[in-house]
Each structure stands twice: as structure tokens, then as C-alpha cells.
């Protein structure tokens, strides 16, 4: 086994957390707090109860960019910000993992994917991405309704041309995600848990030919199958490293209801631990992200079950057991 352990999977067992207090891919306050909230929950002791070695000093500060300072480019709200941000935690990912250590990016809403994803296709090219959502966050300047970039983040990491209405815009919003290096093939990412996808994301999906596994696949053929087309698809010789991006709002929102965008008919609590744990057992996890918790929404009991998932989960995809 060790002669053919493929090099990110040697040396020790340390996560690096990537605390991204971020709010700016999307209009309610509240996510840039999740971070701090799953923090304080345990997280870092209770990954050390798995035997990890965690590095953790602290959450990002990223330096805030004004509204006056930071107009609409086409419909994309703050998009300085956000690709500023993400560029910071680019090179925060790509840095842990080039040291062969397993970065766990705690969001913040999911517009960070953009920086997270980048940071491990910097450190693993081959890498593939499992993105567990309700949504496809794979609008593009065209396509998007709200103008919100934490539902467009896989567009940019794709390199989908960003059609804005005017080719001034056009440049601008180049110009702005310029270091963006669009390095994700459409065939090495994968979806499972979609169940709100807009009309221009489903057209997106279909001429790119991504693969995607909604809630009707999760209950025609089970969770357990599932994950296993999907890593059929992304990952067929089981020899890639894996990126698993997981947005909190792919549960349903009776296991995760404080969330900015919930969607009704989502994954149970077994169902999205299942999918933790499948990945941990290939082997092949070299970065995760947890995205999308926001303490400011919903009951203190929901907050605190929502944060509690949270951690849950990340101990799942970092080899927790049942037995
Ligand atoms: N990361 C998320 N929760 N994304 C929700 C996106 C919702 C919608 N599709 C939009 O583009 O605005
Ligand atoms: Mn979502
Ligand atoms: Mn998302």
C-alpha cells in the first residue's frame, strides 16, 4: 500500500482550520458569524479527539471594502469584496496543502468556494470537487437573478464566459476576478443535494455536461448509491484528490435551519453524514469546506442544532466512525 499511497496522503494527520468571517456573497447578516460559532462549539478539540493535529490561530480578518467604494459591476454585488476575499483564502488553502496538511475552510457564505477551490487546484491540479448544495451556485453574470456571487462561485472556477449586457461591465468583471486561474474541468466536478436550481443554471449544467444528483436521484437510488455514481463520475480509478465543498443548506431544514437560502426536501442528518463519511473512506479528502451556517437566523435551539451539524459533519469527512 505505501509504495502507491499517492504523495498528499503521506505525513501527519494536521487540519489547518480556515476561519472565513465572510458575509459578502450574499445579503443577510449573520454568516460571516458561523465561523466563530462552530469554533466555539468544539470544533478544534473535538478533531483532536480523532487524533488530528489542528493548527488554528484565529479567524481571517479581511479588511472590508465600502459599498461606495465597491458599486455593482453588472449585477454582481460587491464583487471587489468578494473576489478580494477569496483571493486571500486561495492562498491560505493552497498553502496548508502544499505543506501535505488538510485545509477545513469554515464559512462564511459560499462565494468563499471560489478562493478554496482555487487554493487546492494551486496545490492538487488533478483534483476533484464534490459540491453538496440545494443550489448550483453556477450563475454567471448573464444568468444570475440576484446578483448575490455566493450563487455563482462554479461559473468562475469553470471559466464560463461572465456576459454582464455590456462590454464595459464585461472587462470590469474580468478585470476584478483576473486571478481567478479556471483550472476546474467540467467533468471533475460532481452535485449532490441540488433541489433549487434557476432556469439559466439548469441550461449551464446541461452544455457544460455536469454531472448532478438532485433529491430525486438521492431517493430513486439511495444515498449510498449516489455517492457512489458520483465518485464513479469524478473520480473513476479512485486515484484523485478530492475537494468536498459542503454547503449547510443541503440538509433539510429541519436538521439545519439556520441558513440564508433553505430549501424544503433536503438531505436527512443520516444522509448528509453518509456523504462525510463515504469521502473520508476513499482516502483521497485533501480539502473541505463548511459553508453557508448563519447564527443570526432562526431560534437560539435552531442555532445551536445548526452549528452542532456543522461540527458533526466536519468530524465525519475527518474520519469519525459510529463503531
Ligand atoms: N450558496 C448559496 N446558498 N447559494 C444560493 C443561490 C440562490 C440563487 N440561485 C442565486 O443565484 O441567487
Ligand atoms: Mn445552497
Ligand atoms: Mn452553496
Redesign the pocket.
Known amino acids: 500500500m505505501s509504495d502507491i499511497t499517492p504523495k498528499f496522503l503521506q505525513g501527519p494527520k494536521t487540519a489547518s482550520i480556515v476561519g472565513c468571517p465572510f458575509s459578502g456573497?450574499?445579503p443577510k447578516v449573520g454568516v460571516d458569524k458561523g465561523p466563530i460559532h462552530l469554533v466555539e462549539a468544539g470544533l478544534v478539540q473535538q478533531l483532536e479527539g480523532l487524533g488530528w493535529k489542528v493548527n488554528f490561530d484565529g479567524h481571517h480578518q479581511f479588511e472590508e471594502i465600502s459599498a461606495k467604494e465597491d458599486p455593482v459591476i453588472g449585477k454582481l454585488k460587491n464583487p471587489r469584496y468578494v473576489s478580494k476575499v477569496s483571493q486571500e483564502v486561495a492562498k491560505a488553502v493552497g498553502g496548508h496543502a502544499k505543506k501535505g496538511e488538510l485545509p477545513v475552510t469554515l464559512g462564511g457564505?459560499?462565494?468563499l468556494a471560489m478562493g478554496t477551490i482555487s487554493g487546492t487546484l494551486d496545490a492538487h491540479p488533478n483534483a476533484c470537487v464534490i459540491w453538496i448544495?440545494?443550489?448550483?451556485?453556477i450563475?454567471t453574470a448573464e444568468s444570475?437573478?440576484?446578483?448575490?456571487i455566493?450563487?455563482?462561485p462554479v461559473s468562475f472556477l469553470l471559466g464560463l464566459p461572465q456576459h454582464s449586457g455590456s462590454s464595459q461591465s464585461d472587462t470590469h468583471i474580468q478585470s476584478t476576478f483576473s486571478w481567478i486561474k479556471p483550472l476546474l474541468k467540467p467533468s471533475r466536478i460532481v452535485y449532490i443535494g441540488l433541489r433549487?436550481?434557476?432556469a439559466g443554471?439548469k441550461r449551464i449544467l446541461k452544455q457544460n455536461g455536469i454531472k448532478a444528483f438532485s433529491m430525486h436521484e438521492v431517493d430513486k437510488y439511495g444515498i449510498g448509491k449516489v455517492v457512489e455514481m458520483a465518485l464513479d463520475h469524478v473520480n473513476p480509478n479512485r486515484d484523485l484528490p478530492i475537494h468536498l465543498s459542503f454547503?449547510v443548506?443541503a440538509l433539510d431544514p429541519s436538521v439545519a435551519p439556520s441558513?440564508?437560502?433553505p430549501v424544503r426536501g433536503g438531505l436527512t442528518f443520516r444522509e448528509g453524514h453518509y456523504i462525510c463519511e463515504a469521502v473520508w473512506e476513499t482516502g483521497l479528502l485533501v480539502a473541505l469546506d463548511l459553508?453557508?451556517v448563519n447564527p443570526s437566523l432562526e431560534d437560539e435551539s435552531s442555532v445551536r442544532q445548526t452549528v452542532a451539524v456543522g461540527c458533526s459533519l466536519v468530524r465525519s469527512a475527518l474520519g469519525e466512525t459510529l463503531l
Do not use: K, R
Not at 444570475?144 to 448575490?148: E, L, M, P, R
Open positions: 456573497g450574499q457564505d459560499h462565494s448544495d440545494a443550489h448550483a451556485d450563475n444570475t437573478d440576484s446578483g448575490n455566493h450563487g455563482m433549487d436550481v434557476d443554471e454547503d443548506d441558513t440564508g437560502t459553508m453557508e
